[in-house]
């Protein structure tokens, strides 16, 4: 179950899908507001975390999916993956957080994505990629691969401007969930680029040293965007923690 980051939509997972197939079922979710699931306007002012996970539970019971599968969350997708274990538990066996992370946001940090909802919707896509493109990716690749800058933007600029203001208050009053990672009784992989600003490295390696059964990949060559910009690394991890399940 593949569930993308902010601001994109499932199609930012495309060179995931053909290697995890090989392995079991795939299940892409586009959240509440993005990809095919964009409400045309009726997006609530704020798109919460537990709506995001109640909204993926949904999808795996239109789905008629009964059995536990594999959450695999990136950044956005994280955040609503801790909510998706705190309401829905029981749907899940293990748990992949690609580069995301347990934190809530500093004051100053939920401020900003406060911000950025409120005049998102007058100023446009540009604002979003000028803010948020040089965080996203490395770089090297800023500099240097311009075919996944523009992939990044191509997504960017596909996601409707309520939804991007929605879930950025959305994320900004998230909870804090280290305790929720540190008691947490299942396989977990976490995922991280080796030069992500985001998710950064060093916290996740103290994350994963807390939790029960936590396992950290570290992509090289790669920012926030692990999945673009090495999804040779990305992949081989994933294929080795859900075989591994096995």
């Known amino acids: 179950m593949l569930v993308h980051g902010f ?3 499932s ?6 899908i053909g290697p995890l197939r090989k392995i079991g079922r795939v299940i892409l979710v586009d959240l509440l507001g993005f990809g095919a699931s964009a409400m045309n306007g009726a997006t609530p002012a704020t798109l919460t975390m537990d709506q995001q996970a109640d909204a993926v539970a949904a999808a795996l019971d239109h789905l008629k999916v009964r059995e536990p599968a594999t959450y695999v969350g990136f950044s956005m997708g994280g955040y609503v993956g ?3 274990v705190r309401r829905h538990r029981a749907r899940l066996d293990s748990l992949v957080m690609c580069n ?8 100053e940090a939920a401020q900003a994505r406060r911000d950025m909802a409120n005049t998102v919707e007058g100023k446009g896509h540009k ?3 000028d803010a948020l493109l040089p965080r996203l990716v490395s770089p090297r690749t800023l500099e240097q691969r311009p075919d996944v800058c523009a992939r990044v933007v191509d997504l960017i600029e596909e996601a409707q401007l309520a939804a991007i203001a929605g879930a950025q208050r959305g994320m900004a009053e998230r909870p804090d969930s280290t305790q929720l990672a540190c008691e947490l009784d299942l396989p977990v992989l976490a995922i991280v680029g080796e030069h992500d600003a985001i998710s950064k490295r060093e916290e996740l390696e103290a994350l994963t040293g807390r939790m029960r059964d936590a396992t950290l990949a570290v992509i090289p060559d790669a920012g926030h965007m692990t999945v673009f910009e090495n999804p040779t ?4 991890a994933l294929g080795e923690f859900i075989n591994e399940l096995r």
């Open 100 to 107: 995301t992370r347990a934190l809530a946001d500093t004051p």
């Open 82 to 84: 801790w909510s998706f």
């Open 7 to 9: 601001p994109f939509h």
């Open 233 to 236: 690394a990305t992949n081989r």
């Open 127 to 129: 604002l979003v990629i």
């Open 11 to 16: 199609g930012m997972w495309s060179e995931q």
